[in-house]
């Protein structure tokens, strides 16, 4: 079935440090990627959704300067967390749609970030 | 509008019995109701899903039963097992825009 891969499951950075996350989809061409924050014991936050070849659109309240998202290819999506800090430690969540709005989303296996 | 609640937020079930989780909607455009299970570190994987022109689909020991009138859709997990102890989240989506809303999530364990 369709996989979404995401890159890297568990990343440790310094603060004022950037991280780049990777969503590929391996059997499928996703036009559309979303990226979600989870905090523990708390339900998927949706920071934006990127569709490729475009800028993506964020969600209220995520600072698009911080979490730069790129969708340059129709398998690969990057979110890019610039100057990091302690409070950017989250579990980040990608998923992946195919071609059509009926196409299921698929997620990836999230990135646990800790800021130190 | 957007939301979609979810309970209970905790649950504990003796190995063989019934799990029952219950989601309620407001908004009328949805047209899809998925539920994904997440177990500890990993992303959520889609379980079972339904649309609104069915009352009840049921896959394997899971089912989902929809009430559209009362905008309220339910999970039962019947003979549950320790194995499915994880973090089980509803969502909804109108599928011509595809943005996912989420439950607030259900912890599920299984008692052997």
């Known amino acids: 079935g369709a996989v979404v891969s995401q890159h890297p499951s568990r990343v440790i950075c310094k603060s004022g440090t950037s991280v780049k996350i990777e969503c590929r989809s391996l059997?499928?061409?996703?036009?559309?990627m979303f990226w979600y924050r989870q905090f523990p014991k708390q339900s998927l936050m949706l920071m934006a959704t990127?569709?490729?070849?475009?800028?993506?659109?964020?969600e209220q309240g995520v600072e698009k300067d911080k979490f730069l998202i790129n969708h340059a290819s129709l398998t690969l999506s990057t979110l890019t967390v610039t100057s990091a800090h302690p409070e950017d430690s989250s579990f980040y969540i990608c998923?992946?749609?195919?071609?059509?709005?009926?196409?299921?989303?698929?997620f990836g296996n999230g990135t646990r970030l800790t800021v130190t | 509008q957007q939301q979609v609640k979810q309970s209970p937020q905790s649950l504990i079930v003796q190995k063989g019995g019934i799990s029952i989780i219950n989601c309620a909607y407001e908004?009328?455009?949805?047209?899809?109701f998925p539920w994904y299970q997440q177990f500890p570190g990993k992303g959520p994987a889609l379980l079972i899903a339904?649309?609104?022109?069915?009352s009840e689909k049921k896959e394997g020991r899971f089912t989902i039963s929809f009430n559209k009138s009362a905008k309220q859709f339910s999970l039962h997990i019947m003979d549950s097992q320790p194995g499915d102890s994880a973090t089980y989240f509803c969502?909804?989506?109108?599928?011509?825009?595809?943005?996912?809303?989420f439950g607030e999530g259900t912890q599920l364990t299984v008692n052997p």
């Open positions: 969502a909804a989506v109108q599928t011509s825009g595809s943005r996912l809303t």
């Open positions: 059997d499928f061409q996703a036009t559309t």
């Open positions: 998923s992946a749609r195919g071609g059509t709005v009926n196409s299921p989303l698929h």
């Open positions: 339904i649309r609104p022109d069915v």
């Open positions: 908004n009328t455009a949805f047209d899809y």
């Open positions: 990127s569709n490729e070849g475009s800028k993506a659109t964020y």
